[in-house]
């Protein structure tokens, strides 16, 4: 075991686990002054779920021995046998029990980016048995096929560096699912849905980016060259993404706003992240320059279009910035730079890396859209999906938990 390497895995974890805040932040900001503690809870919920469930089975069903290249084995439930001065093989410099708790944050913060499509509008109850349904159904397999030993997608050569698939295209695609089934929220085609609290979505912007930083450069696995070449990569591509937003609102309303600068600098760290650790320093200008047209168009002009309340844009940041990050990852990895891409990029020449990127996402999004509905499906057993139209109305903080984020404001919402 590498000391050096584990203290920065460690660090890395606790930037990861950060995310998860932050992004109650972020999408506690953007929602209704009336629904901002839903929002908030929704993810502390996850971080609950999370961590028990990574410990009695997740880990076990993502990392163990192989079955069928679709899932893990039991042979770890409840951590068994995973020893703080013993390594595994996934990560051979590393305590066994660092490895654990750097992808239990992973396991912690892709539900929560769910949570952003049905803001508003979905029960408490249900949505924290969705959760714990769907980290089962979905992301436990995905995780294994991506990154566990004998895993299907692994396999096939596809690479995902970070979460691209894994994390946000799982997400994204579920949330859009789960957001159709739900329905839009009640007078959304009418009333005007503001942003309550600016200052609130750039702290959680701020804080995702600071915590992006431990989730692509801490993918490493280690504290060495690769590391800090996808610590620059990711921070070139948000930085990119960031600026080309501003310039769209400028070219669309005349005028930067803080909310399209925040945005612009989360899709651009999820588009490099499936290719952090494989693309040039050059091309993540590229991606992350095009991401930002990319999902603007898809919030601005084709959700309007396909009249589909994704409330906060899960699917268009993480589904669609996903989906091009790992085209992109296939456009332009080398297997100089970290040679578990098998192939080179389309644009040098070879196509298979590019083909096999192209499965890994519609087998990811098969996987997402029929566990998404088996999750619902037996959500409903159990209960009811969303809240009474007087629920709704009244909205979910005072109907779901009892309190109010601002008690003394009397006014309007």
């Known amino acids: 075991m590498n000391m050096g390497d584990n203290g920065f895995v460690l660090i890395c974890a606790a930037l990861v686990f950060l995310m998860t805040p932050g992004l109650a932040f972020f999408y506690g900001g953007l929602v209704r002054r009336k629904n901002v ?9 996850v971080m ?11 880990f076990s069903l993502s990392f163990g021995a192989d079955h069928g290249g679709v899932i ?34 992973f396991a912690m913060i892709t539900p929560a980016l769910i949570t952003g499509a049905v803001a508003g509008r979905m029960r408490y109850k249900a949505l924290f048995l969705f959760i714990a349904l769907w980290s089962l159904v979905v992301y436990y397999p995905m995780a294994h096929m991506v990154w566990g030993s004998g895993g299907f997608l692994a396999e096939l050569g596809a690479v995902d560096f970070a979460g691209g698939n894994v994390v946000h295209i799982s997400s994204g695609v579920s949330g859009l699912v789960l957001a159709i089934l739900l329905g839009r929220r009640r007078g959304v085609e009418h009333v005007s849905y503001r942003v309550h609290n600016i200052p609130f979505v750039f702290l959680g912007a701020g804080l995702l980016w600071f915590g992006w930083f431990g989730f692509n450069a801490g993918s490493a696995l280690g504290a060495n060259g690769l590391a800090a070449h996808a610590f620059l990569t990711s921070a070139l591509a948000s930085g990119t993404a960031l600026l080309v937003w501003m310039l769209l609102d400028v070219a669309k309303d005349g005028k930067p706003t803080l909310v399209g600068a925040s945005t612009g600098l989360v899709v651009g760290l999820v588009a490099i992240t499936p290719g952090a650790g494989f693309v040039p320093v050059w091309s993540a200008i590229i991606i992350g320059g095009l991401v930002s047209p990319i999902c603007y168009f898809t919030m601005n002009f084709l959700k309007k279009k396909l009249k589909i309340d994704d409330a906060l844009d899960a699917f268009g940041c993480h589904g669609i910035g996903g989906i091009w990050g790992g085209i992109a990852t296939g456009l332009f990895a080398q297997s100089d730079i970290n040679p578990v891409a098998q192939w080179n990029g389309l644009v040098y020449g070879e196509t298979r890396l590019f083909l096999a990127q192209l499965l890994s996402i519609v087998v990811t999004i098969a996987v997402a859209v029929v566990g998404t509905l088996l999750c619902v499906g037996i959500t409903r057993i159990f209960t009811k999906l969303r809240v009474e139209p007087k629920e709704e109305t009244l909205g979910l903080d005072a109907t779901q938990h009892g309190e109010q984020a601002y008690p003394s404001f009397n006014g309007f919402d």
């Open 37 to 45: 503690v839903n929002t908030m809870m929704a993810c502390a919920g």
């Open 48 to 58: 609950g779920i999370s961590v028990v469930l990574w410990v009695v089975i997740g």
């Open 72 to 105: 893990g084995g039991l042979e770890y439930l409840f951590l068994n046998g995973l020893g703080f001065d013993e390594a595994l093989g996934y990560a051979p410099t590393l305590s066994s029990l660092t490895y654990v708790v750097f992808q239990m944050m």
